[in-house]
């Protein structure tokens, strides 16, 4: 009887390998399915997943070139059947290798540790966290009711409930039932960005007492993602509270996931398995039997069709719809105004009466927000005897004029130089700015409102807030601080500021110049900017005392777009019926499924001819034979185009859509583009492409 067993281990292979990243192996020790293994691969050793147990040698090598499993990390659970199939399906929903979706699933840290390493890291995990719970407010009717509507319910559920509905406290009260409910049970909280909320970490281990709490975010350093992993992984943390990371975290009690403000963009991942975390969380719930929550102001397209209530011909959605429309405390949200940039002066920022408010509030000390989503101090720099403009040599975009140090940046490839005293081309020293950024917004606000003082007498205070002014670790958590008690008057910056804040003094908030989403070239532009302007209103007026005195203002040259009309009466439902209405009329998403295939190369011809052989070639192959001829009806694939940001860092980029009613019939073409690209791959005449990838279900066009 042989003493050693077969058994394939999932490790980190290239991207789109057709392995699926599973090597076999053959173990001395006796393993099981989810085990952690360290295993030779190359002249490397590596952490591996222990997949399968075969009950044969491999059949495609000779058994001498089995290789042997070199250790088992000891002391750690297998992460169990459940976790195993996430990361299955993920890899393949989403086209990537098993072994890189898995391996990518894993704290870093695990893949350097020694045994004695994590031995001594165990041990000190190796206490019960206890929970100590503190009691919330009491809850509104409108929170009960949602409450016992997910008791009795089985979900997924959407709860679409106004900007201070207090959405939060349903999070927390789902949490703390289930906790009382079931000894072991665990909750997953998931928000888009951690480091905007640093208030609901506090919140939550207010709640819940620090000890059953653990984060999962990009933010942490390897060891401590390591620790929250550990702490999760052996049941002993209640709660994760993560980024869309988190939804690979190994949470073998997982019993309830929330999914907060669950149409922001940041829960899909732009690289690498570029999975939406607020689809697995659907999918993990179902498999885990826990209820999802997704939660939102504002939900995605997909989420509110998919919660759709039945009609005659119609059996509804999958998602059941839940609903606060109230503010906590009988707080109205803001009134909002237009202000017609049409009427105003050529080339006005900020407009008369926007400015006589801003006074006025700040004169009663009240706080102000304004909204510009474009960092910089202008985004293009220009020379009007030549028309030099400051491009980027190496992307298809204009180099920001930042003024603070003088220097022109691409945001796309990084590229920085200082800014040249005269025109580059032409050596006129007379080149000016155009467009506004946030750091000139600011700057002309001071000087605008100069002379105003708050009611204290000292001059008044404005805080910007965007990439630039947080870079430093810490800057924004004080950045906020400085607003939430009251020091700053008035807060510039971009869409940072408009998210899941709870401020308590903001009275008026103000989109300066909000008009560009409305001709974008990406269908989503519109529900985008819906979204963040129903956001930014909400950051007004959360104190129901003030509620009723407190505005959003939009200065805008179309105030007449049903767009502004249905923000004006924060009717998301009458946007989002008449968005879905175009999308149906144009077989768009949520109607219609898309993936959309890129590829990179040196130049735009190579990337569009890798794409429209692959084309080609899948579409000949299958319509041949009988057995997919189908798929080819079924499937819409579009000629390559360029990208719209073409050229970033001197690669021209282009891509392929693939557009189908059906999911299933989209995943099945995928799976046959998959071989056939690599068999386009690599004709010579495809050298010159440096990279191709897949992004299913894509939320920019
Ligand atoms: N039942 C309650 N009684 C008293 N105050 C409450 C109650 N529920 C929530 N609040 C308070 O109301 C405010 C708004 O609640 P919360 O931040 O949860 O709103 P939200 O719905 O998440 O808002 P947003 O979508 O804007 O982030 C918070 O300060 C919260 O502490
Ligand atoms: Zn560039």
């Not at 040249?420 to 000016?432: F, K, L, Q, T, Y």
């Amino acid at each position: 009887m042989s003493t050693h067993h077969w058994i394939d281990v999932a490790v980190q292979t290239p991207a789109h390998s057709q392995v699926g990243g599973l090597l076999s192996y053959r173990s001395p020790f006796v393993v099981q399915p989810g085990q952690l293994v360290r295993v030779p691969l190359g002249k490397r050793d590596v952490l591996g997943v222990v997949w399968a147990l075969r009950d044969t040698a491999p059949a495609d090598m000779p058994e001498s070139a089995v290789r042997d499993v070199l250790g088992v990390l000891e002391g750690l659970a297998p992460l169990d059947p459940a976790w195993r199939q996430l990361v299955q399906f993920s890899a393949q929903y989403y086209q990537r290798s098993l072994g890189e979706v898995a391996l990518s699933a894993l704290p870093p840290q695990l893949r350097d540790l020694s045994n004695e390493q994590l031995a001594r890291r165990l041990k000190k995990q190796n206490t019960e966290r206890t929970v100590q719970t503190t009691p919330g407010p009491a809850l509104s009717d409108e929170q009960s009711a949602v409450l016992a509507q997910m008791a009795s319910g089985s979900g997924p559920f959407l709860l679409f409930g106004s900007t201070g509905s207090g959405k939060t406290e349903v999070y927390l009260q789902a949490v703390e039932r289930m906790l009382t409910t079931a000894p072991q049970a665990q909750a997953l909280l998931m928000v888009p960005e951690i480091n905007l909320t640093p208030q609901l970490e506090e919140r939550v281990q207010a709640r819940f007492g620090a000890d059953a709490v653990v984060s999962m975010h990009s933010g942490m350093t390897p060891a401590q993602r390591l620790k929250g992993w550990l702490a999760a992984h052996a049941g002993h943390a209640r709660i994760v509270l993560g980024t869309r990371m988190a939804i690979f975290a190994s949470m073998p009690h997982l019993k309830l996931i929330v999914v907060d403000e669950e149409h922001d963009p940041s829960y899909k991942q732009q690289e690498g398995a570029r999975y939406s975390a607020r689809d697995l969380a659907v999918y993990r719930g179902r498999l885990q039997n826990a209820p999802v929550l997704l939660a939102s102001a504002t939900p995605s397209l997909e989420s509110w069709h998919l919660s759709r209530p039945a009609h005659d011909d119609d059996p509804g959605g999958r998602y059941q719809r839940l609903l606060m429309p109230s503010r906590i405390g009988t707080g109205l949200l803001p009134k909002v105004r237009r202000v017609d940039m049409n009427k105003q002066p050529r080339r006005t920022v900020l407009s008369a009466p926007l400015v006589a408010a801003l006074q006025e509030r700040v004169e009663r000390g009240e706080q102000c927000m304004l909204l510009l989503n474009r960092r910089g101090y202008a985004p293009v720099l220009h020379c009007a005897d030549c028309g030099w403009k400051s491009e980027c040599q190496h992307c298809s975009a204009f180099r920001v004029f930042h003024k603070i140090d003088r220097t022109l940046r691409c945001h796309h490839c990084g590229l920085t130089e200082r800014v040249p005293r005269a025109c580059p081309e032409c050596g006129n020293a007379d080149i000016a700015p155009i467009g506004r950024g946030t750091e000139q917004l600011e700057e002309h606000l001071g000087e605008l409102l100069a002379h105003v003082k708050r009611p204290d007498g000292a001059p008044i205070r404005i805080a910007r807030i965007d990439a630039d002014t947080t870079r430093l670790k810490g800057a924004l958590e004080s950045q906020l601080a400085s607003v939430h008690s009251g020091e700053v008057d008035i807060l510039v910056g971009t869409q940072m500021i408009a998210k899941g804040h709870d401020f308590r003094r903001i009275t008026l908030v103000a989109a300066v110049n909000p008009d560009t989403a409305l001709f974008s070239s990406d269908f989503r532009a519109p529900e985008r900017l819906f979204a963040l302007l129903m956001q930014a209103a909400g950051r007004a007026g959360r104190e129901a005392a003030q509620s009723a005195s407190s505005e959003m203002w939009v200065q805008t040259f179309h105030p007449q777009h049903a767009l502004f009309e249905a923000l004006k009466k924060h009717d998301y439902p009458a946007f989002a019926a008449s968005e879905l209405a175009e999308r149906t009329a144009a077989d768009l998403p949520p109607i219609s499924h898309q993936a959309l295939l890129r590829a990179d190369a040196r130049t735009q011809e190579a990337a569009q001819a890798l794409l429209n052989a692959a084309r080609e070639t899948l579409e000949a192959q299958l319509s041949a034979d009988p057995a997919t001829a189908d798929l080819v009806m079924q499937v819409s694939v579009y000629p390559a185009v360029p990208m719209s940001m073409q050229r970033v860092a001197d690669v021209e980029r282009a891509q392929m859509l693939l557009e189908s009613p059906s999911r299933m019939a989209l995943q099945k073409m995928l799976w046959h583009l998959h071989s056939v690209l690599h068999q386009v791959r690599s004709q010579p005449e495809h050298k010159g492409v440096i990279r191709w990838l897949v992004d299913v279900d894509p939320q920019a066009i």
